[in-house]
């Protein structure tokens, strides 16, 4: 399910409000005077804890991004193959020319009104695929009378399966999630970092509650954000179909000249 702003808040809400229950449950079942002298001993472990934990959260993060990144750029080389092919077309038989060039088109509106839309359910638009096995049966169909159409159709057929190759990979890469063992290493890695600052002995519960608060607020922040990026085609922050919509832009501009 695609994450909203407002779930995301939710979510943070509830382990900040979690977090804080557990330390007043804490407080008054064992008093911070009974707790101060095993200070020393819970202080090294909660540094060994949370320096574990800040290393697990930076890698998953840093893996999350970059596989968005790489969604992001396989789109980008999608839509440029895209427009090569709307160029190379030019150079064709006038019948094989506007039937491919019309495919193209085509194929760049279905990206951005439906695939897009589809992808963030978790699905594919059934006329991308159509369009496609279409654009394969128009370049098979074309009968080259020149060599320099002969290198054209070459260029074109390369560029249609890149084009290909990279649906293919922007299908599987809008499937791909975090494996539910690593968002249980997670989850419970950041219920034991923020239970174990709760089991320091501070006097000044004041500080102590600030202490909490701010310490599940930065791992709840940072579980929103890595579910935020986890999914490169659905949620808050995904990979739009811009460069689909400046592939459209730039096959206009052509067509006018």
């Known amino acids: 399910m695609a994450q909203t702003v ?15 229950g557990f330390l007043f449950g804490i407080r008054r079942l064992w008093v911070p005077s009974a707790r101060r002298v095993h200070n020393d001993a819970i202080g090294p472990n909660v540094s060994v804890i949370g320096t574990t934990y800040a290393v697990i959260i930076a890698f998953m993060l840093s893996g999350v991004w970059t596989d ?48 897009w839309p589809a992808m963030a359910r978790d699905d594919s638009s059934a006329a991308g695929h159509a369009i ?19 290198q054209v159709m070459d260029h074109s057929l390369s560029e249609l399966s890149t084009m290909t190759e990279h649906r293919r990979i922007r299908l599987l890469q809008s499937r791909k999630r975090l494996p539910a063992i690593l968002w249980a290493v997670l989850i419970v890695g950041g219920i034991v ?31 929103v954000a890595i579910a935020a990026i986890d999914r490169p085609f659905q949620g808050q922050v995904h990979v739009s179909p811009d460069a689909f919509q400046y592939a459209i832009e730039t096959m206009n501009h052509d067509s006018l000249q």
């Not at 407002?6 to 804080?20: P, Y």
Request: charged letters at 15%; glycine letters at 4%.
């Open 193 to 223: 970092t923020v239970g174990s600052t709760c089991l320091f002995g501070i006097e000044d519960f004041k500080l102590h509650i600030v202490q909490v608060f701010e310490i599940s607020f930065l791992i709840s922040l940072m579980l």
């Open 68 to 115: 968005m990144q790489a969604a992001r750029l396989n789109t980008e080389q999608e839509a440029n193959s895209l427009v090569n092919i709307y160029r190379f077309a030019e150079e064709l038989p006038a019948q094989s020319r506007a039937e491919i060039q019309k495919l193209v088109q085509d194929y760049a509106q279905v990206m951005v009104s439906r695939e």
């Open 132 to 150: 496609m096995r279409g654009l394969w049966h128009a370049m098979a169909s074309v009968a080259p009378r020149t060599s320099t159409e002969q």
């Open 6 to 20: 407002t779930g995301s808040v939710v979510v943070i809400i509830v382990c900040i409000t979690a977090a804080l």
